[in-house]
């Protein structure tokens, strides 16, 4: 096996089967952005960030996972070649460098080295709110997230639907609410953008109190809306309900082995698909 095989089935962690230095190192990548976390939660409370030691603590850590992260954003492109799916030379290289997870990658990083050319406070602190990207990170090493990706991807035509007939639904009770009750609120209800703002929290039963109907038509739809609301906002989650059962129940049936070929962890039925053998004459 070639060092940039190694490399990539080091990085390209799989959650079964994968054990000894992969599982190290990617437990490391973990905990970094675990505590880098930690760290941007912390660094918001003024008694923490304006002492001078803990800043102190603060720029060191960030500069050691900004390298620690360079280095294997690197050492991903270096190797991701060795994926089928991105192929060889500098197109495969580049074709992943806009894949999701390099963007992921890249926008987790960018921040620091901008910074360092820029005095721009304002843009700074824009930017830093990019550092969050990093913990988006550790859904690529967590199976369950994982599977929420992929009952969001199965599921995407239906929840689209749903969110569709939920935004027309929102625009139309909005817009009838509006011709409801502008001449009596017209500082609240005076445009329907803005009655917009009651038709959400309306429909999503949050009911804040800033804006409510006063007629008794008004206070007639806007029941109806409320209803309707409870009964739309049920859609999705069955369906992404539905999407989870059986994404459960198919990761029960399957197996995993090391495939010969490829030396990768996959679904046994995957490797029986792909490299089934030709069948003599």
């Known amino acids: ?7 990539y089935n080091t990085l390209e962690f799989s959650a079964v089967g994968r054990r000894g230095l992969s599982l190290y190192i990617n437990i490391a990548l973990v905990s970094i952005i ?18 001078g030691l803990y800043e102190s603590i603060f720029t060191d850590f960030e500069i050691f996972s900004v390298i620690i ?11 991701c070649v060795e994926n089928p799916r991105y192929g060889n030379g500098w197109k495969g290289r580049l074709r992943y460098i806009f894949s999701f ?8 990083i960018f921040p620091f080295y901008f910074t360092l050319l820029t005095s721009d406070f304002g843009i700074i602190r824009i930017l830093r709110v990019f550092r969050l990207f990093r913990l988006f990170r550790v859904t690529r090493y967590s199976r369950a997230l994982k599977m929420i ?3 969001l991807l199965e599921t995407k035509e239906e929840l689209l639907i749903c969110f569709s007939f939920i935004i027309f639904t929102l625009l139309i009770s909005s817009s009838v609410m509006y011709y409801l009750e502008h001449n009596i609120q017209p500082e609240r209800f005076k445009s329907i953008p803005a009655t917009l703002w009651w038709g959400v929290i309306t429909m999503t039963t949050t009911g804040y109190g800033d804006m409510y109907p006063m007629t008794a038509a008004g206070k007639f739809f806007g029941g109806i809306v409320l209803i309707l609301g409870i009964a739309l906002f049920a859609l999705p989650t ?4 539905s999407g989870f059962m059986e994404q459960i129940r198919r990761d029960k049936g399957r197996k995993y082995i ?15 698909h792909v490299h089934k053998p030709e069948e003599k004459e």
């Open 34 to 51: 675990f505590i880098n976390s930690v760290a941007i939660i912390l660094h918001t409370v003024p008694e923490i960030r304006h002492y």
């Open 149 to 151: 990706r992929g009952v």
């Open 258 to 272: 090391q495939c010969p070929h490829c030396d990768e962890w996959v679904d046994l039925q995957e490797v029986k």
């Open 101 to 108: 997870w390099a963007i992921v990658d890249f926008l987790g």
């Open 69 to 79: 992260f360079t280095i294997e954003y690197g050492l991903r492109i270096w190797s």
């Open 1 to 7: 096996m070639t060092l940039r095989k190694r490399v």
């Open 238 to 241: 069955g369906i992404i309900a």
